[in-house]
């Protein structure tokens, strides 16, 4: 592996004597390899970088490095390593949001990942690293879907429909509430558990399904109920409301043919990564935000141990 180029970090300032320039005396003490995707005018290109890491002594005799940077981790009992976010990996935030997108977005395999990396960028990756890649960008986005359903609870009208799922073989359903910029996905079953984690009680408007539309009051109290022919005469009670719940219809159809290839997700932390990203892409596309550069954000902010930016409300499309 040849690097095409160096990355140094450096330590701002003394550990001890906060405030005493270092820019003299400094040395690397640990380095590492990490394929990172380029953007450019003319398209994008993967580069070999090679991150240094710098010590240095101050004249108070403390030497102070440039620490890694490092996030949450997520645990998983079955695993003997578990997923933390860190900056000591040999996939860069650009190149992981781009290996998500190949593989939550335009549905592409583990295995044809790996292919077409390694046809078109001669970049060789395991089948494992990618999979760890689309999970770290799915930890990465838990802060952001937060964000989100909050958002969702200040809303006037919310969209709420479901569809079958299967999460390492067992039926479950995948969930999603969306207003009309905020979007939410969940795996989960039918239980009341799970709709107040998208739903809460705090929340105070009309609830619109494919079958029935609920308007409901301060501490959940549901004023009136309609029938599928009453969704229709619907705007006769609220000139706001639509006539059909096909705005949550439509957000799911990506993931019923998702379902039909793959067949569900194989594990719990696998369909929270999957219902994360998916919810941070369509809210993206609704803001008219690029969701890959976002995503890249975010994973970057989070592998140092920062917080998440939030989605923009409002953002002129690029």
């Excluded at 107040?196 to 399904?209: E, H, K, N, R």
């Excluded at 599928?228 to 043919?257: K, M, S, Y």
């Amino acid at each position: 592996m040849k690097a095409e180029r160096t990355i140094p970090h450096y330590p701002e300032q003394c550990a001890a004597c906060i405030g005493q320039d270092l820019a003299s005396d400094l040395k690397p003490y640990l380095g590492y390899y990490q394929f990172e995707l380029l953007l450019g005018e003319g398209g994008f290109k993967i580069e070999c970088q090679l991150h240094h890491y710098y010590g240095a002594t101050c004249s108070c005799a403390h030497h102070s490095l440039k620490q890694l940077g490092k996030g949450d981790i997520s645990e998983v009992s079955t695993r003997k390593t578990q997923l933390q976010l860190q900056e000591h990996v040999l996939v860069g935030a650009m190149l992981t949001s781009f290996i998500a997108g190949l593989a939550v977005r335009y549905r592409f395999p583990r295995a044809k990942i790996q292919e077409f990396l390694m046809d078109w960028y001669s970049v060789e990756l395991s089948i494992g690293t990618i999979d760890r890649s689309i999970r770290e960008a799915g930890v990465a986005c838990d802060p952001v879907v937060a964000v989100l359903l909050e958002e969702l609870q200040s809303a006037n009208i919310l969209h709420i429909d479901e569809t079958p799922w299967y999460e390492a073989g067992h039926f479950c359903w995948l969930w999603v509430v969306l207003s009309s910029a905020t979007v939410v996905f969940m795996i989960g079953n039918r239980k009341k558990e799970t709709f107040l984690q998208l739903v809460s009680s705090a929340f105070v408007g009309w609830l619109v399904s494919a079958r029935r539309a609920v308007h409901i009051l301060n501490s959940g109290l549901w004023l009136r109920k309609f029938s599928t022919i009453g969704v229709r005469w619907l705007p006769l009670f609220n000139p706001e409301l639509p006539v059909t719940n096909n705005d949550a219809e439509r957000a799911l159809r990506h993931a019923v043919i998702a379902r039909r290839i793959s067949h569900g997700t194989r594990s719990h932390e696998g369909s929270k990564a999957y219902a994360a990203l998916l919810s941070v892409i369509k809210t993206c596309r609704l803001r008219n935000l690029k969701p890959w550069t976002f995503l890249a954000e975010v994973i970057w902010q989070r592998r140092k141990g920062l917080l998440a930016p939030s989605i923009p409300l409002s953002l002129q499309a690029a």
